[in-house]
């Protein structure tokens, strides 16, 4: 018995069968170390390796290959000498170093080579031309779609198909922002698809439902024009909630200038020619314009800084070393006594915010209007104006429509909004009316009572018309107070006069005194339309010392996040109240 205890492995087993045991044993140890060659069977030469090494081996050269640009490839090449960034140079650039975490990574086409019977390794990869994952943004996670218009010019037979109504669906999901870097057609089609496929297919555009769902929920979306965007890449850029294009490269459309020039016989037209800066960024089709790719990437930085995850969370609230109590005497003396001369309204708005934290949104469209974000006390809100220095300040179509934008997205961001009014009415004349300056103030005046984001009006000078009704008026009660320059009424004097006192005036033309029986009446009305007068009968509020403002609208603001926001919250969670951007 003691001989048997003190057998060798060797000896119970054989030499051969104990040294392949051994190994066995080794391997599961230690599993990076391959099993010798020397004690490998014919039946084992085919196994594949315990840990998955040749698994992890192709992901790691797939993922090697897509992160790496082919120097020679012609798309390569167009993208750099457009003075481009390549796609991954652009996610570098625009997310917090070291943060991206791709979704899809080894997606594309691949060609395989058999190896043996139970292996084969990759020996071409062309990577899905749309990059996506998530990552953060100045420490707020993101999700991200990009562009890669060096293969296939962005379209659909270059990408893969389900990553971009993945990435859609995952956004709302998670309520986590989503940026989209815009470098084609972001999944449209293309006539080779055709050929590819053998049959035509019906051009559904999947992701947009899921978009909307976004866009009505308050999950930010935010868009880049870094490239020509086309078809479905141009629209779903200009669905975001903000949108920005770089000057030097960015262009968009429905169709490119080939397609056009087949379609409607317009010739030569190049990129910037059919869709630049130039149109798109005056038109209100896109929200603001960069200089380059790298402001585009800060201005997405910056205006996510004002937004929360989705409309079931309060917007991001910092630290602010700006006083509330600071007063600004300027604001005073601002507002000319003579109601005809302008003022930079700009200038009161960056008075009274936080210093440095204003961001206009589209500034070179609807410039009757003036529009952004900004904080008070560290707070985001909206921020509305009218521009005196523009069709002197009467409200256009296109301001109309600015305005519309922004305050649906304030709303379904639960961002209360801030308005210095100063409103002759509606745009008069025969381009106000092509234009259809009334129908879309309308909307404005039912976007202004459709939504629920609590409104703050401080009124500079004039508030007339329909226009001055609809801006002060579409909160019950209203939050708001006057400066002593303000003007109010169904008309302004001018033309109000002549309108109210025809017949008399005329009568006084007969003598030859109807400049002086104008100037008369002129006084007299603005004698009796002293503000005073209007607090004296509680039509208006309260008045205020302009220098102010900043304190009176900090109080309000603070009592906006710290009561009345968690009911606003609770409202949405509940169902009684349904914010739409869409």
């Known amino acids: ?43 084992t030469g085919s196994r594949l390796p315990a840990d998955h090494s040749d698994v992890l081996g192709q992901l790691s050269t797939l993922r090697k290959i897509a992160a790496t640009p082919n120097l020679e490839s ?35 086409t691949v060609t395989w080579k058999k190896t043996s019977p139970m292996r084969e390794k990759p020996v071409s990869f062309t990577p899905s031309n749309n ?13 991200l779609t990009a562009d890669d218009f060096s293969i296939r010019s962005g379209h659909a037979d270059g990408s893969t198909a389900g990553k971009t109504v993945y990435v859609e669906k995952l956004a709302f999901a998670l309520k986590i922002p989503v940026v989209k870097l815009v470098d084609g057609s972001s999944g449209g089609g293309s006539v080779t698809t055709i050929r590819k496929e053998g049959w035509s297919y019906l051009p559904y555009v999947t992701p947009f439902s899921h978009a909307i769902k976004q866009l009505n929920q308050g999950i930010p979306n935010l868009g880049a024009v870094v490239g020509p965007a086309i078809g479905l890449g141009a629209a779903r850029v200009v ?22 020039e087949g379609a409607t016989f317009e010739e030569g037209l190049g990129f910037q020619d059919l869709g630049g800066p130039v149109v798109h960024c005056t ?15 800060e201005q997405l930085r910056t205006i996510l800084s004002y937004l929360p995850n989705s409309g079931s969370d309060a917007p991001p609230v910092i630290h602010s070393d700006d006083p509330e ?52 006390a560290g707070r985001p809100v909206g921020i509305i104006s009218l521009n005196c220095e523009v069709n002197g300040g009467a409200l256009d179509a296109a301001g109309s429509q600015k305005l519309t934008r922004l305050l649906k997205m304030c709303d379904v ?21 092509r234009t259809a300056t009334m129908r879309w103030g309308v909307e404005l005046a039912k976007t202004y009572f459709t939504t629920t984001t609590p409104i703050f009006n401080v009124i500079t000078r004039r508030a007339f018309g329909v226009a001055g009704g609809v801006m002060i008026g579409s909160r019950d009660p209203v939050m708001q107070v006057a400066w002593p320059s303000g003007q109010w009424g169904s008309l302004p004097l001018d033309g109000g006069i002549e309108v109210g006192h025809r017949h008399e ?25 002293n503000p005073v007068r209007t607090a004296n009968a509680f039509g208006v509020e309260e008045i205020i010392d302009p220098k102010d403002t900043r304190q009176v609208c900090c109080e309000w603001v603070t009592h906006v996040y710290d009561v009345l926001m968690k009911d606003r919250l609770a409202d949405r969670a509940c169902g009684k109240i349904h914010p739409s951007f869409a």
């Open 1 to 43: 018995m003691a001989k048997d205890n003190d057998s060798t492995p060797s000896t119970k087993y054989g030499k051969g069968q104990a040294a392949q045991r051994l190994n066995q044993v080794s391997s599961h140890i230690t599993p990076d170390k391959q099993v010798s060659l020397k004690t490998k069977t014919k039946s």
């Open 74 to 108: 012609r798309g390569y090449i167009r993208q750099k000498q457009a003075g481009k960034l390549w796609v991954r140079e652009r996610i570098e650039q625009l997310l917090d170093p070291g943060s991206f975490q791709e979704i899809g990574s080894v997606s594309g």
């Open 131 to 143: 990059v996506q994952g998530a990552g953060t943004l100045r420490g707020r996670k993101v999700l």
């Open 239 to 260: 669905s975001c909630h903000f949108s920005v294009m770089a000057a030097d490269i960015g262009a968009l459309f429905n169709a490119g200038p080939k397609v056009v």
């Open 283 to 297: 038109n209100g089709t896109i929200d603001n314009l960069a200089a380059n790719e790298a402001e585009c990437f």
């Open 325 to 376: 109590s600071r007063e600004d005497l300027t604001l005073r003396s601002i507002i000319p006594r003579r109601q005809a001369r302008m003022y930079n309204p700009r200038t009161i708005i960056t008075s009274v915010v936080d210093r440095d934290s204003w961001f206009e949104i589209g500034a070179l469209w609807g410039r009757s209007a003036i529009g952004g974000l900004a904080r008070l």
């Open 413 to 433: 961001m639960n961002i209360p909004i801030l308005q210095f009014i100063d409103v002759p009415g509606y745009a008069i004349g025969t381009v106000a009316e």
């Open 505 to 529: 005036l005329r009568e006084a033309e007969k003598k030859g005194k109807k400049e002086e029986r104008y100037n008369e009446l002129e006084e007299e009305y603005m004698r009796l339309m």
